[in-house]
């Protein structure tokens, strides 16, 4: 990785905590849709299947688009992607909220999801080129804290923005993604790389969409995504058992199951900083949540230890995403990939965000409780599999190198950097292999 002299000894905190803020900000306009959902029925007289497509928008732009955003982040650079992102959100919150039906409404949904996987997407990749592999862990899990933090944040402020009409929340999230833009483009760091495209250009692109790697990062996070959103559709049912009594009080107790999200997040880093494998770390709290899972389809609990439960499962499942995104640029197979390959492993989160809920809605409807949890479970077992034997695993006493790090001079002439492309790379082929020049 290209770092200026003395970068290493710079703190990498300051520029993470300005991505971070880019996902803050997007996670708002994700999580405005679910807290407006009652007002925006009433005010538009909107039938409930229009209004779930609302909620869906995003879901259905990732699970379609996470491959192009991530190669179009290769192509015009994280920097340039992740301010289009932001500008994208803003213009687009902007003409939801000035809609006057459906049609338009969604359609602006449809738009901000564009721009919110961008961001996504891009953040990432700028942490991962900025900051020196030896700290990547903790600010990598403060990136994956984004969504819980910002879905929480957004369920605590709408009751009061929406006392003034759920409009006033759109016109609110637009002015936070413009201004933030605006702050991107002056402060956001510059990719270390050139990102013009080239002849060989399509060579990298075959070679990471069948890597293993990668294609263990979208199927990790589709299992993760999909075990989650499956099981948090039960908290309304829980929290109808008495626990909320008004939707504000529901607002609040849904926040601190999803804000414990965020602190698994930050517990994830810290135990990938003190050395622990991001495959084992997956594996084990993927494997602790099949056991929560199971727990809270026991009724005869009562509300409270059922929601704690959740609670719970929200903090342990928490752990996942900062291991897959610690492990992102050491399973990228090209330097020029690493947007690439994040993007897959977005496609494969809004894979299970959309899947997700309606495979649990008909597990309840055929089995009730116990069916949708012995789901769960089996989409957490099949992760803890895929984690253990489809990530590619560095040889003992070696470092897998990330894909954004600059090899040496003596590259260019070792065996390996002159040995013609054979089939697609994974981490641990790099490895035995040693190091490799990329081309970018």
Same mark, same amino acid.
């Given at each position: 990785m290209n770092t200026p002299k003395g970068a290493a000894r710079e703190s990498p905190w300051p520029m993470t905590l300005l991505l971070v803020g880019a996902g803050l900000v997007s996670a708002v306009q994700l999580g405005k849709a679910p807290a407006a959902m009652q007002a925006m029925q009433v005010a538009l007289g909107l039938p409930l299947e229009r209004v779930a497509w609302l909620l869906s928008a995003f879901g259905v732009v990732g699970a379609l688009f996470g491959i192009a955003i991530g190669t179009a982040?290769?192509?015009? @650079? #994280?920097?340039?992607?992740? +301010?289009?992102? &932001? #500008? &994208?959100? @803003?213009? /687009?919150? %902007? /003409?939801? %909220? !000035?809609?006057?039906? #459906?049609?338009?409404? *969604? !359609?602006?949904? &449809?738009?901000? @999801? +564009? @721009?919110?996987? %961008? +961001? *996504? +997407?891009? %953040?990432? #990749? &700028? *942490? /991962?080129?900025?900051?020196?592999?030896?700290? /990547? !862990?903790g600010p990598m899990a403060a990136w994956s804290a984004f969504m819980p933090a910002g879905m929480a944040l957004v369920l605590l402020a709408s009751p009061w923005l929406l006392a003034a009409g759920w409009r006033v929340l759109w016109w609110v999230g637009s002015g936070l993604a413009l201004g933030y833009a605006a702050l991107a483009a002056w402060r956001a760091p510059r990719d270390g790389t050139k990102h013009s495209p080239s002849r060989g250009s399509a060579l990298p692109l075959r070679r990471t969409l069948l890597a293993r790697g990668p294609l263990a990062l979208l199927l990790l996070f589709m299992l993760y995504a999909g075990a989650w959103f499956a099981l948090f559709g039960l908290l309304p049912v829980v929290l109808d058992g008495g626990l909320a009594a008004t939707p504000a009080q529901a607002n609040m107790l849904t926040a601190l199951a999803i804000a414990s999200g965020g602190a698994g997040n930050l517990a994830g880093g810290a135990l990938l900083a003190r050395g622990m494998r991001p495959a084992s770390l997956v594996a084990g709290a993927l494997g602790v949540c099949a056991l929560l899972a199971l727990s809270v389809a026991m009724e005869s609990l009562g509300a409270w230890p059922r929601y704690w439960l959740v609670v719970a499962f929200a903090t342990v499942a928490g752990l996942v995403p900062p291991a897959l995104f610690a492990e992102a640029p050491a399973q990228a197979p090209h330097a020029s990939t690493l947007g690439l390959t994040l993007g897959m492993m977005m496609q494969g989160n809004n894979l299970g965000l959309v899947a997700g809920p309606a495979a649990g809605a008909a597990l309840i409807a055929t089995g009730g409780w116990p069916a949708l949890a012995a789901g769960v479970a089996a989409l957490a077992g099949t992760g803890i599999v895929a984690s253990v034997c489809l990530l590619p695993r560095p040889v003992a006493g070696t470092r897998t190198p990330r894909a954004t790090e600059t090899q040496a001079p003596q590259a260019h002439h070792s065996p390996a950097a002159s040995r013609p492309m054979g089939p697609p790379a994974t981490g641990a082929d790099r490895v035995r292999s040693g190091p490799r020049q990329h081309s970018t």
């Amino acid at each position: 990785m290209n770092t200026p002299k003395g970068a290493a000894r710079e703190s990498p905190w300051p520029m993470t905590l300005l991505l971070v803020g880019a996902g803050l900000v997007s996670a708002v306009q994700l999580g405005k849709a679910p807290a407006a959902m009652q007002a925006m029925q009433v005010a538009l007289g909107l039938p409930l299947e229009r209004v779930a497509w609302l909620l869906s928008a995003f879901g259905v732009v990732g699970a379609l688009f996470g491959i192009a955003i991530g190669t179009a982040t290769d192509r015009l @650079g #994280a920097r340039r992607t992740l +301010v289009a992102g &932001l #500008a &994208l959100q @803003g213009a /687009a919150s %902007a /003409a939801g %909220a !000035a809609a006057q039906n #459906a049609t338009l409404l *969604i !359609a602006s949904r &449809l738009v901000e @999801g +564009v @721009g919110f996987l %961008a +961001v *996504i +997407v891009a %953040a990432p #990749a &700028l *942490i /991962a080129r900025v900051v020196p592999a030896s700290r /990547a !862990a903790g600010p990598m899990a403060a990136w994956s804290a984004f969504m819980p933090a910002g879905m929480a944040l957004v369920l605590l402020a709408s009751p009061w923005l929406l006392a003034a009409g759920w409009r006033v929340l759109w016109w609110v999230g637009s002015g936070l993604a413009l201004g933030y833009a605006a702050l991107a483009a002056w402060r956001a760091p510059r990719d270390g790389t050139k990102h013009s495209p080239s002849r060989g250009s399509a060579l990298p692109l075959r070679r990471t969409l069948l890597a293993r790697g990668p294609l263990a990062l979208l199927l990790l996070f589709m299992l993760y995504a999909g075990a989650w959103f499956a099981l948090f559709g039960l908290l309304p049912v829980v929290l109808d058992g008495g626990l909320a009594a008004t939707p504000a009080q529901a607002n609040m107790l849904t926040a601190l199951a999803i804000a414990s999200g965020g602190a698994g997040n930050l517990a994830g880093g810290a135990l990938l900083a003190r050395g622990m494998r991001p495959a084992s770390l997956v594996a084990g709290a993927l494997g602790v949540c099949a056991l929560l899972a199971l727990s809270v389809a026991m009724e005869s609990l009562g509300a409270w230890p059922r929601y704690w439960l959740v609670v719970a499962f929200a903090t342990v499942a928490g752990l996942v995403p900062p291991a897959l995104f610690a492990e992102a640029p050491a399973q990228a197979p090209h330097a020029s990939t690493l947007g690439l390959t994040l993007g897959m492993m977005m496609q494969g989160n809004n894979l299970g965000l959309v899947a997700g809920p309606a495979a649990g809605a008909a597990l309840i409807a055929t089995g009730g409780w116990p069916a949708l949890a012995a789901g769960v479970a089996a989409l957490a077992g099949t992760g803890i599999v895929a984690s253990v034997c489809l990530l590619p695993r560095p040889v003992a006493g070696t470092r897998t190198p990330r894909a954004t790090e600059t090899q040496a001079p003596q590259a260019h002439h070792s065996p390996a950097a002159s040995r013609p492309m054979g089939p697609p790379a994974t981490g641990a082929d790099r490895v035995r292999s040693g190091p490799r020049q990329h081309s970018t």
